[in-house]
């Protein structure tokens, strides 16, 4: 079987998505002829024509905002903002509108929306074109977050998210689109929101880390028996694979490449403070950016959390 | 009951030097012969950089670039109509309204090499970093013009963007705020035909760019962007009447991007080869030579002399940005707040940043 990267596996998960629902439509800057400047909307327009592949404006609110409305009337919009950096003028409709409609009108309204954005750094890109602002989204109730890390897994959590009744941010971390390969088969099947993938078993430190940095943390842990959970879905994030691992381990390490600052990593490390405190055999580490602008290309690789940064961790949790 | 007319709208079209290079002297602004050859020694300038950027992305030695092929007339004819202490905000295609304005070459190219270093701008020179999302930095013009105002100062401010910009609410608010304040600021769109894959008729209905200052109750006009003497004109008179407190104007420039969209971009996907040739005969440089040539200002050895320069003060500033050194991991957290946090001290030391 042909082996499929991370772009080719959300390319099908839209395809068979449109194909098997004709609400689902896409709408962003560079979507259709151009199929997006990753190319994840490649022949989407030749196969569905302009009414469900809409090349707009460039205008992110404008965007957004009528994705909400779209979903109001019943179509499933599948939303592209094209780097992350952009999704920031759109965020008065991410957070006061499609997050809110459910609880606003008490359940008449929903909004069924995917944001896909790439997201990450790790490409040598210009300016906000590596930004991980995934904590702002999990902050706000009534938003999904969802970061793939494989093409397999790329496929399945696409699959669900654009079923999914809520707003789903998709960050598609950009340094692993051609990175990573698998085997899919077409008609693959749904990965269910809110579950993580152990991605690898081990015994001595549970590692939580997703996209990027999931990669970063498997290669780190040459020489340590770790636990690496993909969390995958990180709102809501699966509490019980977490809480079972680190009863199992005793011993947390959480990596991400966003600023530790009101990272996601401090929310899980609270989480296990609140729940597993009694098993853990040393604090919660935390390997992240730090508290400063993501840097453009030159410095991008000193800021990223390399394998030394977190073999460190592992041994600090190990020799506590 | 009648139904009455309430307003009655124009759009102004801008051209001075015709495609065949004809001058028409009712229209054209006082210059002499001086004052042209500088637009031409811009371009070239501005076009020899941007020729070398190009390939040195191509071998690796900078990141991804955004071509100004084609938009010089646009941007040189705009920023030679400056005053020394007016303001510019640019967006990332703006090379030669930098090279312009006199910035230094060897830092553009550490800036597209991917070093923040790069946009640390002079003292003096007024320009603020470019942005990099799209439309973003309009409204930061009509403020600082605001600013302008409450300071008493004559000065304006200039900010540049592109169609797709103009699709931006922060474009709509932007001329809105600048409007009701009477801000002196020159909102200058270089209408490039694209943004990225998506055609200049796709961003809006209207016909033009231009009309859309009607709506905000501020001067507006197409200019003929190739035509670097109209941009001038319109934007020397732009600037009087700011500074004058006549209130803001938007000024299209109809141009076009003959390369791609960046260095990262393949525009064969999305566009026909035939509209890039149409425009290719259009382009700024062949219009100012015309020009030269029928005024007797263009001679060989000047020629010669003009790009030898250019090539030269290109060859200066890639060896110098080539042999900076390495930037300081420490200042990625050197620069994110005035002075360090508490934390961000901590992590300058874990990191092992701190020397
Ligand atoms: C807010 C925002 N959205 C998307 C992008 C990605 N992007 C970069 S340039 C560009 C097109 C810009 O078109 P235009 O404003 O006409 O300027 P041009 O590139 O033609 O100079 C896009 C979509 C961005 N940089 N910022
Ligand atoms: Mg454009």
């Known amino acids: ?320 | 009951m009648p139904i009455n007319t309430v307003g009655r709208f124009e759009v102004k079209y801008l051209q001075v030097v015709s495609e065949e290079g004809i001058l028409d002297s009712a229209l054209a602004p006082a210059l002499s012969d001086t004052e042209i050859r500088k637009f031409y020694e811009a371009i070239i300038l501005a076009r020899t950089f941007n020729g070398r950027a190009l390939s040195l992305q191509r071998e690796g030695r900078i990141g991804t670039y955004a071509s100004i092929l084609g938009q010089e007339g646009s941007q040189v004819g705009s920023a030679l109509a400056l005053a020394k202490d007016d303001w510019v905000f640019p967006s990332f295609r703006e090379t030669a309204v930098f090279l312009s304005l006199g910035y230094p070459l060897h830092l553009m190219i550490r800036y597209w090499m991917g070093d923040e270093r790069g946009m640390k701008v002079p003292e003096g020179v007024n320009i603020f970093p470019m942005s990099v999302p799209v439309g973003t930095q309009i409204p930061h013009a009509a403020g600082a013009a605001m600013a302008m105002r409450i300071r008493g100062d004559k000065r304006a401010a200039a900010v540049y963007f592109g169609d797709g910009g103009s699709s931006r609410g922060d474009f709509h608010e932007a001329l809105n705020i600048a409007g009701v304040f009477r801000a002196p600021v020159i909102f200058l769109c270089q209408n490039n035909q694209w943004a990225i894959s998506v055609p200049r008729s796709k961003q809006t209905r209207a016909g033009t760019i231009a009309q859309r200052a009607i709506g905000y109750g501020i001067e507006g006009l197409q200019v003929d962007g190739n035509d670097v003497i109209a941009v001038y004109k319109a934007m020397k008179d732009a600037l009087e009447r700011a500074k004058a407190g006549d209130g803001p104007t938007l000024i299209e420039c109809v141009t076009y991007r003959l390369d791609d969209h960046t260095t990262a971009d393949d525009a064969s996907r999305y566009r026909a080869s035939e509209e890039v040739e149409s425009w290719k005969k259009k382009e700024p440089l062949i219009r100012l030579r015309l020009l030269m040539e029928k005024k007797g200002i263009l001679a060989k050895d000047y020629e010669d002399s003009v790009l030898k320069e250019a090539e030269a003060a290109v060859d200066r500033a890639v060896q110098e940005a080539e042999a900076m050194a390495a930037p300081d991991p420490a200042d990625i957290l050197n620069y994110t707040n005035a002075a360090l946090t508490g934390r961000q001290k901590k992590e300058m030391k874990d990191l092992g940043w701190r020397k």
């Not at chain 1, 609400?23 to 199929?35: F, K, S």
């Not at chain 1, 890390?149 to 950009?174: C, Q, Y």
């Not at chain 1, 996601?264 to 730090?290: N, Q």
Request: hydrophobic share 45%.
């Open chain 1, 1 to 320: 079987m042909a082996k499929t990267n991370i772009v080719q596996a959300i390319n099908q998960a839209l395809t068979e998505e449109m194909e098997r629902d004709k609400d689902v439509v896409i709408l962003g800057e560079d979507v259709g002829r151009d199929g997006g400047v990753f190319r994840v909307t490649e022949g989407l327009l030749d196969k569905f024509g302009p009414d469900r592949v809409m090349d707009t404006p460039l205008a992110e609110l404008g965007i957004l905002g009528a994705a909400v409305g779209m979903a109001a009337y019943g179509l499933k919009p599948v939303v592209e903002i094209q780097f992350m950096g952009f999704i920031y003028s759109a965020l008065e409709q991410v957070f006061s509108h499609a997050a809110r409609v459910r609880a606003r009108s008490r359940g008449r309204f929903g909004c069924q929306l995917v944001v896909r954005t790439p997201y990450g750094i790790g490409i040598k890109a210009p300016e906000l074109h590596s930004e991980s602002a995934e904590a702002l989204f999990c902050h706000m109730p009534g938003v999904k977050v969802v970061v793939p890390s494989t093409p397999l897994n790329a496929k399945g959590l696409m699959l669900s998210a654009i079923r999914d009744p809520d707003p789903v941010i998709f960050l598609e971390p950009s340094r692993l689109y051609r990175a990573v390969k698998s085997e899919l088969s077409e008609g693959g099947a749904a990965m269910p929101l809110g579950k993580a993938d152990i991605y690898q078993e081990g015994k001595d430190i549970t590692v939580v880390a997703w996209g990027t940095m999931l990669h970063r943390a498997a290669e780190a842990s040459e020489g340590f028996d770790c636990e690496i959970i993909d969390l995958m879905t990180l709102k809501p994030f699966d509490e019980e694979a977490i809480l079972a691992s680190v009863k199992k381990t005793g011993r947390l390490v959480v990596v991400h490449e966003a600023t530790r600052m009101c990272g996601l990593g401090a929310e899980i490390a609270a989480f296990a403070a609140e729940e597993a405190m009694m098993h853990l055999k040393s604090p919660v580490i935390r390997v992240a950016g730090p508290d400063a602008v993501t840097p453009m290309a030159r410095l991008e690789d000193a800021y990223m959390p390399d394998a030394a940064r977190i073999k460190r961790a592992y041994e600090t949790v190990m020799e506590y």
